[in-house]
């Protein structure tokens, strides 16, 4: 338990630390990359929805949706 709360209290700080960065116009893009990663690869569903999204607007694909079942495709216009 102390050891998830030191984690968390060091993820706490690195976005800190990123905020003041980017609101003091210090460039950081490797670092904010590598959050967005970190986010991403934590994240249940989101990068799945994001690229079954994405290909049906680039390749007329389809996608599923979590709140009903079937497939489906949008007209993007």
């Known amino acids: 338990m102390k050891r998830e709360?030191?984690?968390?209290?060091?993820r706490q700080r690195f976005r800190q630390v990123l905020k003041d960065a980017i609101a003091n116009g210090i460039p950081v893009p490797g670092y904010v990359n590598a959050l967005s990663y970190f986010d991403a690869y934590r994240?249940?569903?989101?990068?799945?929805n994001i690229i079954q999204a994405q290909r049906?607007?680039?390749?007329?694909h389809t996608y599923e949706r979590?709140?009903?079942?079937?497939?489906?495709?949008?007209?993007?216009?």
Not at 43 to 48: D, R, W, Y
Not at 56 to 60: H, I, L, R, T
Not at 66 to 77: M, Y
């Open 66 to 77: 979590i709140d009903q079942e079937g497939i489906f495709h949008t007209l993007w216009d």
């Open 5 to 10: 709360k030191r984690l968390i209290h060091r």
């Open 56 to 60: 049906d607007y680039f390749g007329a």
């Open 43 to 48: 994240s249940e569903k989101l990068p799945t």
